[in-house]
């Protein structure tokens, strides 16, 4: 159990047009999905905290209006990069979030996206 | 930033030996973690230990916190080539978001 996906895992997007990563648990509702970018060699930075239902926590730093993220039901998120330019190429990871044991919460991660934008 | 430090960022090991990957952060936490990732993948969850705990165990795994110093260390005895990997650490310092460290990358040679 607590699969999370991804998809695309791969995408190359021409600078200026936009796209679309969809986050799916598929086995468990999450209440709440995390966005992580991934420059390479490098650790994940946390971008947003999405929440079902309400508007997305973003981190600072992080361009709301650039990095749209919608979590339209308890089993999908997406992250939408708007206008994207050569600098948001990278790799893209999600995680969901589900009560674990103790009270304590696991994350569970998406398999990533590897954003290429020329 | 709040983010952790790993040290090595990088260690070359034969198969057989034991891999020690250290952890250190900033804020105070209610747990801590240790993710692996394979190059190009998604993060794998390999353990977790609570603020209150000192050790734990599992299988080839031993982690260790600290918490008056902030650190933690990762020990994977008896490693194998497939170990090779990166490895994070990642924080809780409540139940809303996790902040990982650098990694450490480690390759296991045959």
């Known amino acids: 159990g607590a699969v999370v996906s991804q998809h695309p895992s791969r995408v190359i997007c021409k600078s200026g047009t936009s796209v679309k990563i969809e986050c799916r648990s598929l086995d468990f509702q999450a209440t709440t999905m995390f966005w992580y970018r991934q420059f390479p060699k490098k650790s994940l930075m946390l971008m947003a905290t999405s929440n079902e239902g309400s508007k997305a926590t973003y981190e600072q730093g992080v361009e709301k209006d650039k990095f749209l993220i919608n979590h339209a039901s308890l089993t999908l998120s997406t992250l939408t990069v708007t206008s994207a330019h050569p600098e948001d190429s990278s790799f893209y990871i999600c995680?969901?979030?589900?009560?674990?044991?103790?009270?304590?919460?696991?994350?569970?991660f998406g398999p990533g996206t590897r954003l290429t934008v020329t | 930033s709040q983010q952790g430090e790993e040290d090595p960022q990088a260690l070359s090991i034969q198969e057989g030996e034991n891999a020690t990957m250290n952890c250190s952060y900033k804020t105070s936490i209610n747990n801590l973690q240790w993710y692996r990732q394979n190059s190009g993948r998604g993060l794998v969850h390999l353990i977790l230990i609570r603020s209150n705990e000192r050790e734990k165990h599992s299988g080839r795994l031993r982690v260790t916190l600290d918490t008056s110093k902030k650190s933690s260390s990762l020990l994977i005895t008896a490693s194998r080539a497939a170990d090779t990997a990166s490895y994070f650490c990642?924080?809780?310092?409540?139940?809303?978001?996790?902040?990982f460290g650098t990694g450490t990358r480690l390759q296991v040679f045959p």
């Open positions: 995680s969901a979030r589900r009560p674990g044991t103790s009270g304590s919460y696991e994350q569970y």
């Open positions: 990642a924080t809780a310092p409540n139940t809303d978001k996790l902040i």
